[in-house]
């Protein structure tokens, strides 16, 4: 990479003006249907809900669809005779910055066909929300998780949506978005103090942490208000010593106030 | 220290069948015990936690210092280290590890992430974890050979030699502290911000000595 484009890409970061950021085009020149037997036969099908294809990395296809229908494309995907992509192989999401929208991507295998397919979905910052694929594929349950945790997408009808990463009584938002503070919102001495107030007793069962013999999670975890941006059933000490609001809501950066509402 | 070490070593004079006598300094033989048989709870969570596994190995074998055992139960263990980055969300655990181990104990913050963040000066980690517990003695490198671990052990030791038993300040525990934080929040504001804990600690904390032992006290402006 040359750096002037380097120098562009940067300033693409910044303020989104990349060609056809605006709009969240999908990026990359589209490619032959043909090139690949699914994405013809994905054209057939789905028709309209199929947006884009190109090809990245001199073969790996790519399918930009419809965030509504990604579903149901899937399930056909993986059911369907001549397709059988049996495994995800991963699920996450990009966030490109200057305000254009997230991407979900699924990277899909098919263990008799032997092909590979990426499907994206692009999701605008105001409507950060997509079917779940755990009932398709059982291993989107903790990458949906993830995804949530890191990027805030919220996944319609997943069984157990909440952190997986960061800590359960994380109040912060979600890290790598591109408007998040590389220190994150809170000062150091407010992130110490929710750590060490966090007791995991309060957001699992004791099935989950038995070390030997506990029984699969299953049922409903206590943390249930986990999808409901933040968790605010942080077990707060406000007899702290340590703490003080004076001491950290100073943070450099403009840090929120503790607890404060998501930007 | 009155009494050199090897004097201290019970000796049978002759075979006459006298009693073995020996008269010492209770802080001398106290220390002697406890310098000998420091028990590692190992705490390795990222890079440092291979060389600290190549420490206790053969080449290097820490059990030549009393390191015998690797104590995987904090309830045994006289000396936790830290070896690796520590991550907020691994923070209360090990509070909680390091309240569990009963007195004496001490602490080796091992590496660069483990002692100031290191290069993970983000939102995700602890910058410095005598900001959770407290330390004995930092072990600069990232992350260190196992020679600089061995030497960082022999200053502890050489710091447990110089204590006393009438000092109550080092052993006593406060209930109320279980827990907590181990410096006062705006410390811990000072020495992470704004630049994070590896660039600022000397300038900002007013720290003028970089004595290889420093307690996290002496980084309170």
Known sequence: MTEKSFDEALRGLETGEEAGAGSGAPRGAAADASSHPSVAALRDRFGDAVLHHTIMAGDEHVVYVASERVRELLQWLRDDAGQRYDLLVDLTAVDYGGGRPLEVVYQLWSTTERRQLRIKATLPLTALEIDSVVEIWRAADWLEREVWDLFGIHFRGHPDLRRIMMPDNYAEGHPLRKDFPLRGRFTRAEQTRRALAMAVEDFYTPDELAVTGGAAPSGTPKATESASEGGNGVPDRPNDPDWSPGTSGSAAGGAPAPGGAQP | ?221
Do not use: H
């Open chain 2, 1 to 221: 220290m009155g009494v050199a070490e090897r004097d201290m070593l019970p000796t049978v004079p002759g075979a006459g069948g006298e009693p073995s006598v020996l008269t010492t300094r209770l802080d001398a033989v106290v220390n002697w015990a406890r310098t000998n048989s420091l028990w590692p709870m190992p705490f390795g969570t990222a890079c440092c936690a291979i060389e600290m596994m190549a420490s206790a190995a053969t080449k290097y074998d820490l059990a030549r210092f009393g390191m015998e055992r690797m104590s995987f139960s904090p309830r045994q263990a006289d000396m936790l280290i830290c070896a690796g980055r520590l991550p907020y969300k691994m923070a209360s655990v090990i509070r909680r590890i390091w309240d569990q181990m009963p007195q004496p104990k001490w602490c080796i913050s091992m590496g660069a992430c483990a002692s100031t963040g290191g290069v993970f000066d983000v939102y995700s980690m602890v910058q410095g974890i005598d900001t959770i517990v407290p330390v004995d003695v930092y072990v600069p490198g990232c992350p260190p050979r196992p020679e600089g671990l061995i030497y960082g052990i022999l200053l502890l030791q050489e710091k447990i030699r110089g204590e006393a038993l009438a000092n109550k300040v080092l052993r006593e525990e406060d209930p109320e502290r279980v827990g907590r934080q181990n410096l006062p929040a705006d410390v811990i504001d000072q020495v992470a911000l704004p630049y994070g804990n590896s660039t600022q600690q000397n300038r900002v904390s007013g720290l003028v000595s970089t004595t290889a032992i420093a307690r996290p006290t002496d980084r309170q402006p």
